[in-house]
Structures are given as C-alpha cells and as structure tokens.
C-alpha cells in the first residue's frame, strides 16, 4: 500500500513563497508518476502540476505556469511543490497523488495524500 505524507505549507503574503513536500512511504525507486491537485472552499478539485517518473517531464497547469515548479528527489522518494509570487487565488488546500502514467485528471491518480493547508493573504 502507497502512503503519501505531505509537509510544508502555511499562510503567506501576495507575492511570497511556499513550498510542499510529499513523502511517499513503504518503498524506494516509486514507479509512479506524481501529480499536485488543489481544492479551494465551493470549488472542484483542479490539477496544479505532474512531473513523471524520472523527473524528466512536467506538466503545469496554465494558472500555476511559470510560478510554480515540480520537482522530486528519487533517493528520498520525496516530490516538491515549490510556490512562488502566490496570489489571493491560490488559495486551497493542496494534495499530492501517485498515478501510472502523467495527467492533470484526477481519476487518473490512485493514491492521494491528505492534503495541507495554503493560504494567501492579499
């Protein structure tokens, strides 16, 4: 069974950063390509970014792009959403989640984390 324990997160200033981290549990080398979702208060969940197996390839959603940045680090089996010039809008609570194969669905992810807190103050 995959576990993913997120850390990382916080309240912050409009322009500031943040970073989250997903640590992904119970075993080394994952084979599994890992994405970031975020669910704001009254709205669905939306795809923030994936990046694949070997960190190779990165997808980002176009609100996030070129603000926002994927990364793992496969020796620690551990992914990074790093945040920057945070908006207002950016404001939800995120999650990290595993899947088979890169995608911004999220039926797609079969394991999910549970989820931190990011909030952003104008």
């Known amino acids: 069974q995959v576990q993913l324990v997120e850390s990382g997160g916080g309240q912050v200033q409009a322009g500031g950063s943040l970073r989250l981290s997903c640590v992904e549990s119970?075993?080394?080398?994952?084979?599994?390509?890992m994405g970031w979702f975020r669910q704001a208060p009254g709205k669905d969940r939306e795809f923030v970014g994936a990046i694949n197996r070997s960190g190779g390839i990165k997808e980002y959603a176009a609100s996030v792009k070129g603000r926002f940045t994927v990364s793992r680090d496969k020796r620690k089996n551990t992914v990074y959403l790093e945040m920057n010039n945070l908006r207002p809008g950016d404001t939800a609570v995120y999650f990290c989640a595993a899947a088979g194969f890169i995608s911004g669905g999220s039926r797609e992810y079969l394991y999910w984390g549970q989820g931190r807190q990011v909030t952003v103050s104008s």
């Open positions: 119970g075993r080394t080398g994952s084979p599994y390509v």
